[in-house]
Nanobody, 123 residues
Framework: QWQLVESGGGLVQPGGSLRLSCAAS????????IGWFRQAPGKEREGVSC????????HYADSLKGRFTISRDIAKNTVYLQMNSLKPEDTAVYYC????????????????WGQGTQVTVSS
């Protein structure tokens, strides 16, 4: 059974950092594209970042380049999202998802989703 579990969210002050984790089970995540998404209250879900299968090529939303970094630890079967210089507008529930097509590359089409982790940026 494929499963994704996010963690690492919380309350942080503007300018601070957080690292989100997306732990996968039931599959080997480096064989599939993994994406991070977020949804703020009253807004549509938006794509944040993606890491593709194999060589791990990455993709970022233009507005987030330079502040967010996606990476993966194959041994831990976990994908991370390092978020720096956080702003109040980054407040959202963050989700990770997997594209079940083996060898999938970014941007991907996502089939399984985690439950999400809340990130709140506030002073």
């Amino acid at each position: 059974q494929w499963q994704l579990v996010e963690s690492g969210g919380g309350l942080v002050q503007p300018g601070g950092s957080l690292r989100l984790s997306c732990a996968a089970s039931g599959f080997t995540l480096n064989s599939y594209a993994i994406g991070w998404f977020r949804q703020a209250p009253g807004k549509e879900r938006e794509g944040v970042s993606c890491i593709g299968a194999g060589d791990g090529s990455t993709h970022y939303a233009d507005s987030l380049k330079g502040r967010f970094t996606i990476s993966r630890d194959i041994a831990k079967n976990t994908v991370y999202l390092q978020m720096n210089s956080l702003k109040p507008e980054d407040t959202a529930v963050y989700y990770c998802a997997v594209d079940v097509l083996r060898g999938s590359k970014c941007p991907g089409k996502y089939d399984y989703w985690g439950q999400g982790t809340q990130v709140t940026v506030s002073s």
